[in-house]
């Protein structure tokens, strides 16, 4: 095999140790027998235009990009996809004909995850979203694009929500938002008619953490989905068993959004099931 045609890929973030990308990528590259690989890189905030460039001049066929990069990113590539273009915001890069092109893959792996392993539709329904940051705002473009008939926005600081809010009625005059303050009290009122709920905060991943809703609020009717992944059983999804919700963790997110990626850069289906049970078995250790 050329040395060209060995598929180099990988992820650009500031702490990146943490990440499951590059194993999921592993996976499924020794699944389809691709001559791939996929690395972590560390890169700092101010050193994301020449790592770009690099990626450019070197001919890398494409990054994720993770915290603190993905709306930096934005003016550095060549081309937005209409996801990305609307979030603001990009996870992932595609070197097509030298062009960086900036794709947005966390809104649909989080809405595919939704309806996989959930088996639940957006369309139509309510949807409590807690968190503006640049997660909740991939999943409420999404959900919006996706025929979502009302999603309340509750975040800590209330200008994101709201800044939020108006960009999505902008662009999606069928969907009702509402942006609140994040606190035990002011979402009681919003909890009950909701059907599905979503936290998009890290709140969960230290043990330290309180509860980010009233749990007692709950009720068996509603799906309670955390993004956080470690845990996977966070303090709100148990809260939310011990009420009788259903529950979506965020381990499926992540599989999704980097099943898009894959997709993007080799063509192929990425074996979900199988780096499922890889990630699974990772976080296990
Ligand atoms: P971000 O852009 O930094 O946004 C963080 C959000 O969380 C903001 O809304 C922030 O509120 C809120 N927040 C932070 N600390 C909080 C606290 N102690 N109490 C209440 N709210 C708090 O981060 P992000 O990229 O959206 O990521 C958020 C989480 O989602 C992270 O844990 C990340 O690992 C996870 N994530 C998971 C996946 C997946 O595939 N499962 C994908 C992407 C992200 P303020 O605006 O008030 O600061």
Not at 210 to 224: A, D
């Amino acid at each position: 095999m050329k040395v060209n045609d060995k598929k180099v890929l990988g992820i650009l973030g500031y702490p990146v140790g943490h990440t499951l990308s590059p194993l999921m990528h592993k996976v499924a590259a020794e699944y389809h027998s691709l001559d791939l690989i996929y690395l972590a890189f560390s890169v700092k905030p101010e050193n994301l235009p020449a790592a770009l460039a690099g990626i450019k001049a070197l001919g890398i066929n494409g990054v994720n990009l993770t915290i603190p990069h993905k709306e930096a990113a934005i003016p550095l590539v060549d081309e937005l996809s209409e996801e990305a273009q609307l979030i603001g915001a990009i996870n992932t890069i595609v070197l097509t004909n030298a062009k960086l092109i900036g794709h947005n893959t966390d809104g649909q792996g989080f809405i595919t995850s939704l309806e996989n392993d959930a088996g639940e539709s957006p369309t139509g329904k309510s949807v409590l979203l807690i968190g503006a940051g640049g997660a909740a705002r991939a999943i409420a473009i999404q959900l919006a694009i996706a025929g979502t008939k009302k999603i309340i926005i509750a975040n800590r600081n209330l200008y994101r929500a709201q800044n939020l809010k108006s960009h999505i009625e902008e662009y999606f005059k069928k969907t009702s938002v509402y942006a609140i303050p994040l606190g035990r009290e002011t979402l009681i009122p919003y909890i009950e008619d909701t059907e599905i709920i979503i936290n998009a905060t890290p709140t969960g991943m230290s043990s330290d953490d309180t509860l980010i809703l009233p749990g007692e609020r709950l009720n068996p009717r509603q799906l309670v989905c955390d993004i956080v992944y470690r845990p996977l059983n966070t303090p709100l999804l148990q809260a939310a068993k011990a009420q009788g919700c259903k529950t979506l963790d965020g381990l499926g997110m992540l599989i999704y959004q980097g099943a898009l990626a894959f997709k993007l850069w080799t063509g192929l289906d990425m074996p979900v099931d199988l780096v499922r049970k890889r990630l699974l078995q990772k976080l296990g250790d």
